[in-house]
């Protein structure tokens, strides 16, 4: 019996440090599966703050013929000043996607882009400055994005069901374009495109740049180099002088930079 009883205690004995164990081993679990549902909320929350930070600027630029994707270099140059006289604001850019080739019809695709773009910044971030650009056949895509009214007679291309809300030009602080096609250029390479115009919510807060010998947007301009200018001969900067005064007025500043 005293026998029985010592390996009794024997055994009791050796599963002590394994009933230590198993305790410790719930208690790390446990401690695991806290840190673990830590964490995942964490990873949860990071993407929806991030996806909620709304820019105080932004630019929606569309590039000219030719040009790679992105702003081009006009546009580059434009983006560059305006970030420069906007200090302590916050400018994203938005380069519109479209073809940029010969065939003008697939200006259409930039508008309707355009315009989801703008319609989108202006429902998930209304307090935002948006700012409108475009140089050569981009501000064609620019100018019929602010357009208010559809020529008699005009077929809607595919995707587009009319001018975008007048709603959205209250959020527009600027529309800045440089060298856009003039109706005599327009009647040499393509004579099914509707005017290229600026609706007249947007007429005050645009402007429109053309170097007097640039035959795509003068009358009687026969210097075909001229085209190429705008990024260096001061009038992206004047562009983003413009704009910058728009933004810091819209914004409730002096607009004065």
Not at 86 to 111: C, E, H, I, Q, T
Not at 133 to 146: D, E, H, I, N, P
Not at 165 to 192: C, E, Q, W, Y
Request: hydrophobic content about 40%; aromatic content about 6%; overall charge negative.
């Amino acid at each position: 019996m005293g026998t029985v009883q010592a390996e009794h205690a024997s055994v009791n004995g050796n599963l002590a440090p394994l009933e230590s164990a198993r305790r410790g081993l719930h208690r790390s679990v446990g401690a695991c599966a806290a840190a673990a549902s830590a964490l995942a909320s964490l990873l949860v929350l990071a993407p929806s703050a991030t996806a909620e930070a709304c820019p105080d600027v932004q630019v929606v630029y569309a590039r000219g013929t030719f040009e790679p994707a992105g702003v081009g270099v006009t546009g580059q140059s434009f983006v560059d000043s305006l970030r420069g006289k906007l200090p302590g604001k916050s400018v994203d850019v938005y380069p519109v996607n479209y073809p940029a080739s010969l065939d003008f019809a697939r200006v259409s695709d930039g508008v309707i882009d355009a315009s989801n773009k703008a319609q989108d910044v202006v429902a998930k971030c209304p307090n935002t400055k948006l700012v409108l650009g475009g140089y050569s056949q981009g501000a064609a895509v620019v100018a019929y994005l602010t357009t208010d009214s559809v020529p008699p007679g005009y077929v809607l291309p595919a995707g587009i069901t009319g001018p975008m809300p007048d709603s959205v030009a209250s959020h527009v602080a600027a529309v800045t374009l440089f060298g856009k096609p003039s109706t005599g250029f327009m009647n040499m390479i393509d004579r099914t495109a509707p005017p290229i115009t600026i609706g007249h919510l947007y007429g005050a807060k645009a402007l429109d740049l053309c170097i007097p010998d640039d035959p795509i947007c003068a009358t009687g301009g026969g210097d075909g180099a001229a085209h190429g200018l705008y990024a260096v001969n001061g009038m992206a900067d004047q562009a983003a002088g413009f704009a910058a005064q728009r933004v810091l007025s819209a914004s409730g500043g002096s607009g004065r930079i």
